[in-house]
């Protein structure tokens, strides 16, 4: 019997052959998902400093307005 007649070469190889395939097809559809979810993150990252300075900017506006107020309207 030729060696391309063996089991080996007809059964297993071939499936060996499309689990790689499968393998190497995944782990890139894998990266380009994570390159995705890292530009979502830094994109959060950036707005959630966006809204942190402008809470400090909030905190020294009312830190000012309880100043100016009169001592009957603060509780």
Known sequence: MPWWQQPFFQV?????VTFAAATWFQNKRVDDLKDAV???LDDIIARL???ETLLSGHD???TALEERTSPLLRR
């Open 38 to 40: 890292n530009r979502r």
């Open 12 to 16: 297993a190889l071939p499936i060996i």
């Open 49 to 51: 400093d966006r809204m």
């Open 60 to 62: 020294r506006r009312i």
